[in-house]
């Protein structure tokens, strides 16, 4: 390891995900980002840079459409979000353009004449990461997230270590990397980075079970834990299954309020997670707070679940780590 994790409970949201190139050349994301931070009362944002490839074993992955964010873009939200006493993660991220999870990119792992391959496929990936890595040391972003939920890859070791090997001759600050939920005692490659990082969208029900487990796995890689992403829908039924954005019935504040109560109460009584990142809080598209009772997504803006957040980062906000 060359870099700390920042000694202070980061307490992120996701911000401007899968925004297009340009976006910040209006207006509707600074006041976004000023909500976010004046509501929630977060002290860092996590902003998403998204390469999209056509399907789950496509080799060829686009960086540098106009479906994603630029170096322009990341700058003025960055720059931004400092203004506003924010910390700023950057994290790289891939999504199919065919609508399957990333989880399921998938190769066979022995070589078969004419079948894409995994040496094609990370070449493709290594690429975009260091791109963003690039960015992430220009910016002097407090973190850099190398990856998020890419199931089907995490057991490729040595191509992993590579691609780490590769953004620290970019980046000079702590990486993580964002494992789904349910793998953080699964991956062989934990050493490589600074910081462990995972989903944490866990039923309300299984939440303490699941971070006895974290905190294990934690000890055993000896690293420090953070919740790259976690959250719960205001769906009728989402407490139960945070995960599935298409799961549960009509709206339910009552159901998100459940599910973020419960959490940020397991977080206090498991002080060894240093960090959350809320999903997620939209950068051009944020809904106006009188219409809150009528939106079923993760956001929190004007929601019960706004004001569990907001006493949870009253007491977050005074945590601080000695350095590792």
Known sequence: MNANVPDVFL???????CEKRGFTRGTAWRWSLEEMARTTGCNAVILPVCAWQDHAYSTVMDSVSPDVMDAEDVRAVCAHARSLGLKVILKAMVNCRDGYWRAYIRFFDSYVPTEPTWAEWFASWEEHVCRVAVMAEENRADMFCIGCEMVGTDHRDAEWRRVIAAVRQRYTGPITYNCDKYQEDRLTWWDAVDAMSSSGYYPVDEIEENLARIERASQAADRPFLFME???????????RPNDWRFGGD???????????????????HPFVRGTGWWDWSATRLYPAETAADNTGYCTYGKPANEILRRFSEEASARRYGKE
């Open 230 to 240: 976690c959250g719960c829908p205001s769906r009728e039924n989402s407490q139960r």
């Open 11 to 17: 307490n992120a949201c996701t911000f401007a995900f």
């Open 251 to 269: 709206v339910s504040m009552a159901a998100q309020a459940e599910w973020y109560a419960a959490f940020t109460d397991a977080l206090k009584r």
